[in-house]
């Protein structure tokens, strides 16, 4: 199974930025559709992002013109830029691989706080 390693998160003020960086350990060529997922405090996890092999995206009306999600087959990593955040954009932010087989695979996540 593959591992997903989030980075990128931290405290930022409302209206600012961050990049957020999920890195595989192995080509992510084969999956199917990697995304972003969030779960705030004492709320279910939510899907935030998700691109597919041929790199059609498709968001959470949420964060519709705020956030891109993009990947990097090269090297092996998939983004989430997050502009004009918003305190409810903080939650732990996780990655989320699956493969043609079905097989999901997740990271640890990593932790955005939006306050001023």
């Known amino acids: 199974q593959v591992q997903l390693v989030e980075s990128g998160g931290g405290l930022v003020q409302p209206g600012g930025s961050l990049r957020l960086s999920c890195v595989a350990s192995r080509s992510i060529f084969s999956f199917v559709a990697m995304g972003w997922y969030r779960q705030a405090p004492g709320k279910e996890r939510e899907l935030v992002a998700i691109i597919g092999r041929l790199n059609g995206t498709n968001y959470d009306k949420s964060v519709t013109g705020r956030f891109t999600i993009s990947r990097d087959n090269t090297e092996n990593a998939m983004y989430l830029q997050m502009n004009n955040l918003k305190p409810e954009d903080t939650a732990v932010y996780y990655c989320?691989?699956?493969?043609?087989?079905?097989?999901?695979?997740w990271g640890k996540g990593t932790s955005v706080t939006v306050s001023s």
């Open positions: 989320n691989a699956a493969s043609a087989s079905g097989e999901d695979s």
